[in-house]
């Protein structure tokens, strides 16, 4: 059985002492890709930097609503998504938990991404936080995703999920569908079309449940799909190979 992490940080500094240790573990725990996802300038290229030096981890790079106090160069993101090894620009979006006094420009930079991700025909990784009316009227109204993408720790908002899919996106799940907080973790797992159905860590952070304040892996992402599979009522196992093709359909990925 062979999972897809579609969304992980070992570009983030709480990897920096065993990055190659956990990458190995990983693999040999039946963790056959990762998409490890940049949010800003510095950590996109570590993205790529990871990604080319192993066969089975991928990249994106982006600038994320929580980082616009760092460089925006977007055409240095667009240089970046030319290395073969990147999958998706991301992650990009809104976060209003974060950030409330910049709304204007956190659209303006998601949408110059999009624009980025279309020109490049990649597909993209959506940040939304407490921002959910604001992440839809971009994609409803102001510009066209041409090649679809994935909310990714997607919030378990009903609403949102299925005005998502509505649009053609993947709905990608981590740890939090797991807490015992998570009211609509059943409602909401269940609302998404199997095709667009996938699963991430999030790593080194959304640490599932009974690991919950751990640092994360791409190991525990089996226990998002375990939650996903007794909730539909499906096999670990066909879980496990329908996220995994998802993932490399919204991804790209030939083998
Ligand atoms: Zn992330």
Redesign the pocket.
Known sequence: MNFFDT?A?YNDEKFEEDRNIIIREIKENNIKYVTV?G?NIESSIKAIEIANKYDNIYATVGI?PNDLDSQIDLEKIESLAQDKKVVAIG?IGLDYYWNKENKDLQKDIFVKQIEIANKMDLPISI?TREAVYDTLEVLKNRIKVKNSGIF??CPLNIELIKEAVKLGFYISFSGNVTFKNSKNANKCIEAVPIDKLLIET?SP?MTPEPYRGKRNNSIYVKLVAQKIAEVRNMELEDIAKITLENAKRVYKIVD
Do not use: K
Request: glycine letters at 0%; hydrophobic letters at 10%.
């Open positions: 969304h940080h996802v949010y994320s992650e940040h990714h720790c999030d952070y």
